[in-house]
């Protein structure tokens, strides 16, 4: 059974900041992994999809990396503006569903 | 393209009531899976259909049901309502053509406060 983590929970940083989310799975047998954007009451917004074989995806400021073999990924978000604060999840697949994790809660102060 | 739309936006009901909740996915889009999320359980898969078939289903009680049509589009349902099944309920679509898994696409989600 898939499960996947996110650490940290919650994280404030002042604007301009360079950060890093984490996103571990137990089961490195996935095709792809996927990181979402969620604001409040919203639903989700897809930000980047990696394929197993790639280990990073970039869209503008946002870069995703990924490390089957450690199960882990990482998204990198530079020069961070209030406008990125929302909760960030990742969703790793099993079988024809998504797991997720619990997400990461970003607060970008002015 | 217009994205994945769900119907209706809010929703209140009392207990023991039922209500049927649609989502329209991506034109061309084939998968609608559905995932309830609440404060305390976070994300939660429900059910996925694929060409009218139901393909797999989580951990939830006979009480909630879903259906898709040959437009693609679906329905899930939930009867005799309790207070826990208030949550936003969220609605993905994707091609899923060749590969086992494509990149998910959600809609705005149904809010569902049960009374």
Not at chain 1, 44 to 61: D, K, Y
Not at chain 1, 67 to 87: E, F, M, V, W
Not at chain 2, 1 to 26: D, E
Request: aromatic share 10%; with cysteine.
């Amino acid at each position: 059974k898939q499960e996947v983590t996110q650490i940290p929970a919650a994280l404030s940083v002042p604007e301009g900041e360079n950060l890093v989310l984490n996103c571990s799975f137990t089961d490195s047998a996935i095709y792809n992994l996927q990181w979402f954007r969620q604001d409040p009451g919203k639903g989700l917004t897809s930000l980047l999809l990696i394929q197993s074989s790639q280990r990073e995806q970039t869209s503008g400021r946002l870069n995703a990396s990924l490390d089957k073999s450690s199960g882990r990924s990482t998204l990198y978000i530079a020069a961070s503006q209030p406008g990125d604060s929302a909760t960030y999840l990742c969703a790793a697949p099993a079988g024809n569903m998504l797991t997720f994790g619990g997400g990461t809660r970003l607060m970008v102060k002015p | 393209k217009a994205g994945v739309t769900q119907t209706p936006r809010y929703l209140i009901k009392t207990r023991g009531q039922q209500v049927t909740l649609s989502c329209s996915p991506i034109s061309g889009h084939r998968s609608v899976s559905w995932y309830q999320q609440t404060p305390g359980q976070g994300l939660q898969f429900l059910f996925e259909y694929f060409s009218e078939t139901q393909r797999n289903k989580g951990n939830f009680p006979g009480r909630f049901s879903g259906r898709q049509f040959s437009n693609s589009r679906s329905e899930m349902n939930v009867s005799t309502l309790e207070l826990g099944d208030s949550a936003l309920y969220l609605c993905a679509s994707s091609w899923t053509g060749g590969q086992p898994w494509n990149e998910q696409f959600f809609g705005p989600g149904t809010r569902l406060t049960v009374l």
